[in-house]
């Protein structure tokens, strides 16, 4: 089974907009943490926004904010007033524990937003 | 803020080589790093999962024997695509998480990634 899901293949949003990205998860781990990465097109991960499993509140960054619903088990990225630097491939992130007391991170497919100017 | 330095950028190698990529942490103690693949247009594959002193947990269906990972001393971690064939070309990419709080906000830091094409 996807331990992460992203449903939007690509997105569009206009240049001062606000966009939504879709991410649903899938853990038996009681605490896990979930990561937004962007990826532009040199390839390079850059680190957005993380949300614990036991905080009480959704994260912000800036611009980033992220829609944690715990129950429906999802974690969307919402950002505000979208830049034409934005545009890039954005990808959501769980880590869990597994079995052997380690930690891994899993990503989901991603999803490629273009700011429209 | 944490850096991790991941070389070579680009390598380029003929089929049946072996060729090594490095990850460092720079500023920070990497307790734990993280192998990934990525194929054009697709998500990041985690390979497997070092932790310094110990050997690196594969994830199935990656074979250990042929992506060598090292992982010996808190800053530096490697791996080796042995006897490498076109069908490994892909980019690969480490991450590295430090140790100390246990938050995991900003500790788990990216290198730029390696772009390994074989002929």
């Known amino acids: 089974a996807q331990k992460i ?36 097109s040199s390839g390079e991960m850059i680190f957005l926004i993380y949300q614990g499993s036991y905080d009480q509140q959704n994260a912000t960054e800036g611009r980033y904010s992220l829609n944690f619903q715990k129950a429906r088990k999802s974690a969307n990225l919402v950002i505000s007033a979208s830049q034409l630097g934005d545009s890039a491939m954005y990808f959501c992130a769980m880590r869990e524990g597994v079995s052997g007391g380690y930690q891994k991170v899993t990503f989901g497919i991603g999803t490629k937003l273009q700011v429209i100017p | 803020g944490a850096v991790v330095s991941q070389h070579p950028s680009w390598v380029i190698c003929k089929s049946g080589t072996s060729v090594k990529i490095e990850c460092r942490s720079l500023d920070f103690q990497a307790t734990t790093m993280f192998w990934y693949r990525q194929f054009p247009k697709q998500s990041l594959m985690l390979m497997a999962t070092s932790n310094e002193g110990s050997k690196a947990t594969y994830e199935q269906g990656v074979e250990k024997d042929k992506f060598l990972i090292n992982h010996a001393s808190l800053t530096l971690s490697t791996l080796t695509v042995t006897s490498a064939h076109p069908e490994d070309s892909s980019f690969y990419i480490c991450s590295a998480r430090g140790s100390g709080p246990l938050s995991w906000a900003n500790v788990l830091t990216f290198g730029a990634g390696s772009r390994l094409t074989v002929l």
């Not at chain 1, 939007?8 to 937004?36: H, I, N, R």
């Open chain 1, 5 to 40: 899901t992203q449903t939007q293949p690509g997105m569009f949003v206009q240049e001062k907009e606000a966009v939504t990205l879709d991410c649903t998860y899938d853990t038996s781990d009681p605490s896990y943490g979930l990561f937004w990465y962007k990826q532009p």
